[in-house]
C-alpha cells in the first residue's frame, strides 16, 4: 500500500485531533470547563465574516489602481503587509470585542490560554476538514477514467494534480499538521496578550496583539514565496518558540478557584472578619 494513504489521512487526522486533545487536557487541568474553548472558536469564525469580504473587496479595488502595473516584488511586498496587517486587525479586534462584552469574567491567564485553544482550533479542526475531504476526493478518483469526469480541454491539467499529489514525498504531506502545531501556541501567545488589556488595563496590548499576529503572517507570506516551505515551516517554529516564551513570561498570579472562602481572600489581600466575642475583644487591649 502506498504510504501517502497513511500520511495524507493522517495529516487531516492530526489537524483535528490536536487541539481537540489540547482543550481536553487544559479543561481538566484549569478546571474552567468548556465555555472558553467554544467562545473562542466562534471569535474565530466571527472575526472571518468580515476579514474574508474584506479582503476579497480590497483585492477588487487594488486590482484597478497601479498596484497592477508594479515589479512583482513589490507587489508581493504589498501583500504580505496589507494581509498580515488585515489578518492581526480583523482577529484580535475580535479577541477584545469578545472578552469585552461577552467573556466578562474571563479575566485570568488560564482563560486566556484556553480562549486562545478555541481561537486557533477551530482553525486547524476547519483546514483538517478541507485536508480529509480533499484526500477522500483523490481516493476515489485514483486509477478512474478522468475521462468521465474533466471535460476534455482540462485532461492534462487534471491528470497532472493527481499524479502531483500521489507522488509527493510522505514527509511532506504531513506539514499541515505541523504548521498547525506551531500555529496553535501562537494563537495562544495573542489570545494572552489581548487579555492584558483587561488584566492591565492597558489598550496598548491589543496593538501589540496585532503587531504580532501582523509580523507572523507578514513573515509567512515572504517565507513562501523566497524561501519554500521548508524554510517557512523553519521560521514559524522559530515564531512559536517566542510565543511560549510570551505565554511563561505573562503569566500572572491567580486566585485558587478551589479554595475556600478564606483562602481566597487572604491570597486576594482582604481581611477576614473576627467574630466579637469576650475573648476576642480581651485580646485586642494593649497589655
Request: aromatic letters at 12%; charged letters at 15%.
Amino acid at each position: 500500500m502506498n504510504i501517502l494513504v497513511i500520511t495524507y489521512f493522517l495529516n487531516g487526522f492530526l489537524m483535528i485531533a490536536m487541539p481537540i486533545g489540547l482543550a481536553i487536557y487544559l479543561t481538566r487541568r484549569f478546571r474552567l470547563g468548556w465555555r472558553l474553548f467554544w467562545i473562542g472558536m466562534a471569535t474565530f469564525i466571527l472575526s472571518q465574516v468580515g476579514h474574508i469580504p474584506f479582503n476579497l473587496f480590497a483585492s477588487q479595488v487594488l486590482n484597478r489602481t497601479a498596484l497592477v502595473d508594479w515589479p512583482q516584488s513589490a507587489q508581493t511586498l504589498f501583500n504580505a503587509i496589507f494581509l498580515g496587517l488585515s489578518a492581526g486587525a480583523f482577529e484580535e479586534v475580535a479577541r477584545y470585542l469578545v472578552l469585552r462584552f461577552w467573556a466578562k469574567d474571563a479575566r485570568s491567564w488560564r482563560s486566556g490560554i484556553l480562549f486562545g485553544v478555541g481561537h486557533g482550533g477551530v482553525e486547524a479542526i476547519i483546514l483538517g476538514a478541507l485536508v480529509l475531504i480533499s484526500y477522500v476526493s483523490m481516493l476515489v478518483v485514483r486509477g478512474m477514467d478522468l475521462t468521465q469526469l474533466v471535460p476534455a480541454e482540462q485532461m492534462d491539467l487534471a491528470r497532472q494534480q493527481v499524479e502531483a499529489y500521489w507522488s509527493a514525498p510522505w514527509y511532506f504531506t504531513l506539514f499541515g499538521a505541523l504548521e498547525r502545531l506551531l500555529t496553535i501556541p501562537c494563537h495562544i501567545a495573542m489570545a494572552v496578550m489581548v487579555m492584558q488589556a483587561f488584566t492591565r488595563r492597558n489598550i496598548t496590548w491589543l496593538f501589540a496583539a496585532i503587531g504580532y499576529h501582523a509580523l507572523l503572517d507578514f513573515s509567512a507570506v515572504l517565507g513562501i514565496q523566497y524561501l519554500g516551505p521548508y524554510w517557512t515551516e523553519a521560521m514559524i517554529a522559530g515564531f512559536a518558540l517566542i510565543s511560549v516564551i510570551l505565554i511563561i513570561v505573562l503569566r500572572q498570579p491567580e486566585v485558587d478557584i478551589q479554595a475556600g472562602p478564606s483562602q481566597a481572600g487572604a491570597a486576594a489581600g482582604e481581611i477576614t472578619p473576627v467574630e466579637e466575642t469576650p475573648d476576642n475583644l480581651e485580646n485586642t487591649r494593649y497589655s
